[in-house]
Structures are given as C-alpha cells and as structure tokens.
C-alpha cells in the first residue's frame, strides 16, 4: 500500500528515525522534491529513511565532494569555475547523481 506524503511528513519519517540532522533543511526538501519528480510513472517511492541517509551525503559545494575523492581545482579557475568543474568531474567520473540547491549539494554514493 503507497501512501501520498508531503514534505513535513517526509521530514518527520527522518525524525523519527533518529536522522532529523542528517541534512539540512535545504538538502533534505531538495532530495524529497528529486524523489517526487523522479517517481517512476508516478507510482511513487517507498521511503526508506536509512536507505536515503547511506545514499546521499550533503557537502556545501561540489568541490568539497570532489575533493574527498581526489580533484584537484585548476590553479586558474575563480570559484565558479571551480564549482563547475567540480560538478562536471562527478557526474562524468563516477556518473553520480549530483543534486544542487541552495546553500549545497547532495552526491549519490558512489
């Protein structure tokens, strides 16, 4: 049985579970809204907060995750461009899902 939840129920399930600092308030509505766009054929998803915590992790750029995995900047490029190749190198090198908002972004486990 599928059950419709919003946003604040999703928050709750991660509260519940002991994960409500798991990620920032920011990173979790950008994940909930990647998990409502991507439903396939709107059949939805079963939320498995443990499963989504060993997924994804929050960094506050793409740079910092990259980094943890060894990129290494251009000694050229300003900050933007940085970011933008830190962006490029994960999705192109790991084909991980990189999912950008406000104040961060959220990489797949790869």
């Known amino acids: 049985m599928y059950q419709t939840i919003n946003f604040s129920a999703f928050r709750t399930a ?8 798991q990620f920032s308030y920011n990173g979790l509505k950008a994940l909930f ?3 409502e766009d991507g439903a ?3 059949r939805g998803y079963a939320l498995e907060v443990i499963e989504l915590c060993c997924a ?13 995995s060894g990129w290494e900047a251009d000694e050229d490029a300003d900050e933007d461009e940085a970011e933008e190749a830190a962006l490029e ?3 192109d090198r790991f084909d991980a899902t990189v999912i950008e908002f406000d104040g961060g972004v959220l990489v797949e486990n790869f």
């Open 14 to 21: 991660f509260e519940r579970a002991g994960r409500g600092d």
């Open 33 to 35: 809204d990647y998990l």
């Open 40 to 42: 396939p054929d709107g």
């Open 56 to 68: 994804w992790t929050e960094y506050d750029t793409a740079a910092e995750a990259a980094k943890e």
């Open 89 to 91: 190198w994960l999705r």
